[in-house]
């Protein structure tokens, strides 16, 4: 299997803004099949929403999907059949009554959106665009591959004490780190007698803060492989602070974590640290919103989604709206997922993804449809 990508792939973008403070809890929503889905945080086991945070920062999420087709379900082991006989052992019906799907003991973090993976918690966020050409292949499944390398890739930043510690712990996180064992345990996890195939890109962001420097300040560790972006906004001046390079075998075809890849974390993934202010607005984005959107286009949606709502539109009554607080950033990443949505379906709009082509010597014209996590 070569590792080329389906064109038709996916949208992603998640909205976070940071503040100071305790951690925050935020109801989330979603709908099944190739409807629009949004939250603001992706759904956690009982005991990790439960855990206190000790960082002095925290993101404030918002993430909005849809999906060009429905997931695919994933296979047992990691998620159970319903029983299909009274003759079953009674013993066995309470696990198909869970319909969450798990790994080793433990709920898979994140959301699925097509091939996509999405998760959006209080200090990490990422979006795993996985390749849809899998779903054409015998045991293919690509959905799995992002979903799985983007839960143990949050599992393990959880679990290094340098993230989970107060202020005066004085290590660094390791993302890059964390991506290669979350990899490898994804390999493991895919393998016989469970042998599925896939390959994803990867994208994430974890917030930090400086180490040794009282009092400390925000610090965005983003790791990437691939062509899913993260994109760093600072909507008061309408500007952007910080944006993932993209990494390619050759057009349409990304660096990618799977199946008869070359690529892995440890020699192909590129981690940069980025000084952020509170307020900045993080977009983690899979190639839909960037193969439909322009850049410009992307911060002048953004800036113009918070001044709305701060005007007042928007789902809820929050008091406090100022820069996206009291629930802004799902209203923010509705509002994108909408904007590139449009130019996807539209065949006669002038994308970045129909410009690339032409520069490639390729005939296309209009947007690119796409999943569309954001």
């Known amino acids: 299997m070569r590792t080329s990508r389906y064109i038709p792939s996916s949208f992603g973008v998640k909205q976070c803004r940071f503040i100071r403070g305790k951690p925050f809890f935020c109801v989330r929503c979603a709908s099944s099949g190739t409807a629009s889905r949004a939250g603001t945080v992706t759904p956690l086991p009982d005991e990790a929403a439960e855990r206190p945070a000790k960082s002095p920062f925290h993101f404030e999420t918002g993430y909005a999907l849809f999906a060009k087709r429905p997931s695919r379900p994933f296979p ?21 009554r869970d319909r969450r799907p798990s790994v080793n003991g433990e709920m898979i973090r994140g959301v699925t959106n097509g091939d996509d993976a999405v998760l959006a918690e209080e200090n990490f966020i990422g979006a795993n665009d996985g ?24 599992l393990e930043a959880e679990r290094d004490v340098s993230v989970t510690s107060s202020t005066s712990n004085t290590s660094e996180p390791d993302p890059v780190g964390y991506l290669q064992r979350a990899y490898e345990q994804t390999l493991t996890a895919t393998s016989s ?26 610090k965005l560790y983003v790791t990437n492989l691939g062509d899913s972006q993260i994109l760093v906004l600072r909507p008061r001046d309408q500007d952007i602070v910080y944006k993932t390079k993209e990494q390619w075998h050759w057009f349409d075809c990304p660096r990618q974590l799977g199946t008869n890849s070359p690529d892995t974390p440890k020699k192909n993934a590129v981690m940069d640290k980025i000084d952020v202010e509170e307020d900045d607005v993080v977009l ?17 949606n953004v800036v113009d989604s918070i001044r709305k709502w701060e005007a007042g539109e928007g789902r809820g009554t929050p008091e406090e709206r100022k820069g996206g607080a009291g629930g802004g950033m799902l209203f923010v990443a509705e509002e994108l997922v909408k904007a590139a949505r449009v130019i996807a379906e539209d065949p006669f709009a002038e994308s970045p993804f129909m410009e690339r ?17 954001s």
């Open 284 to 300: 983690a984005m899979s190639d839909g919103v960037v193969d439909n959107l322009w850049e410009h286009e992307v911060v002048q």
């Open 76 to 96: 047992p082991p990691f998620l159970s059949l319903p029983s299909g006989s009274f003759s079953d052992p009674l013993s066995t019906h309470n696990r198909s």
């Open 357 to 373: 082509a032409v520069d490639e010597g390729l005939a296309m014209e209009g947007g690119k449809v796409n999943h569309l996590p």
């Open 131 to 154: 390749v849809g050409a899998w779903a054409t292949r015998p045991k293919g499944h690509a959905a799995l591959w992002s979903r799985l390398i983007l839960h143990f890739w949050a």
């Open 193 to 218: 007698p469970n042998e599925w195939l896939g390959t994803t890109t990867a994208c994430a962001a974890l917030l930090h803060h400086t180490i040794d420097q009282s009092p400390p300040e925000p």
